[in-house]
């Protein structure tokens, strides 16, 4: 009899962690998302802006954090003690709330991340661990929230509830904006830096091992491209507009690869958008909504 995974694992949570910052660190994330020479209000001191996906790095990081941990250990992890994965956990689908900008000049972000959820796809179809991570500041201000998902292939089958299914439906016509950008051949190496050190994104060996024909992309890494973007087309100036981001991760993507954003406006406050990759046409990102005020 199967280990009922939801009974095991909802409720687990990492212990309460802290990440400290300055604007250094803040410049190195918009420079690991791909920001451009033009783009001084993410990479220079004088009137800096945050851009808001810098609160997803406390959920998948190891540097600048205390207590110290060697390699990033997000709650979903905590799975692995049951499951014994064989197959490297994919990350599914994440989701970010921003509740109030993020000071770009320094700052101590305190989170913890819990099991929320746990759903079943089948026998053979794997298992969903679904965490929340709460990051406030020193003040206890609630800054964002992080939800995301993330699918071990070989924990199906033991009678859970299914995963609930996706509403977005994306638009059939052409969509309102598109740019292009490029996934550096070192972009993998300049992201680890900003905390994702996974051994999986720079070592080849280990990503062999794991199962991968070679090193690829932090999930995270393009959908901070994907923010910088649609910010750029939709809210020019105002990363502090965002509210809301969140997108399915359908693909992998490799260093050294053309992307191309396309956005859908849905109204005067959200957008649909997909991150393609423009070598094979397939979805990186998908499903994805933007929320502005």
Not at 40 to 65: D, F, H, Q, R, S
């Amino acid at each position: 009899m199967k280990v009922n995974l939801a009974e095991e694992l909802v409720g687990l949570s990492t212990e309460h962690r802290e990440l400290t910052y300055n604007w250094r660190d803040i410049s190195l994330y918009a420079l690991s998302v791909g920001a451009k020479a033009d783009d001084l209000m993410y990479t220079y001191e004088k009137n800096m802006k945050a851009l808001p996906t810098y609160g997803v790095v406390p959920y998948w990081g190891a540097v600048n954090i205390t207590p110290r941990i060697p390699h990033p250990l997000p709650a979903a992890q905590l799975a692995d003690q049951i499951i014994h994965s064989t197959i490297a956990p994919l990350h599914m689908e994440h989701e970010l709330i921003m509740h109030r900008p993020i000071d770009p000049m320094k700052g101590t972000l305190i989170f913890q991340d819990m099991i929320t959820d746990v759903y079943d796809r089948g026998e053979g179809k794997g298992a969903v661990i679904k965490t929340k991570v709460d990051v406030h500041d020193e003040a206890g201000n609630l800054i964002c929230t992080n939800v995301s998902s993330t699918l071990f292939q070989e924990g199906g089958g033991f009678g859970g509830t299914p995963m609930p299914k996706n509403k977005v439906k994306m638009p059939d016509g052409n969509p309102d904006f598109a740019e292009d950008d490029f996934i550096s051949p070192v972009q993998n190496v300049l992201y680890r830096l900003t905390g994702d050190t996974n051994l999986v994104h720079v070592d080849p060996e280990f990503a062999k091992e794991r199962g991968f024909d070679k090193v690829f992309m932090q999930g995270l890494c393009p959908f901070g491209f994907a923010c910088r973007m649609a910010i750029g087309q939709l809210i020019p100036g105002e990363p502090e507009r965002m509210t809301r981001m969140t997108a399915q991760m359908r693909s992998i993507l490799y260093p050294d690869t053309p992307i191309r954003l396309l956005i859908w406006k849905i109204d005067e406050q959200k957008a649909y958008f997909r991150l393609i990759n423009k070598d094979t046409g397939n979805a990186v990102l998908d499903k994805g909504v933007f929320e502005w005020k």
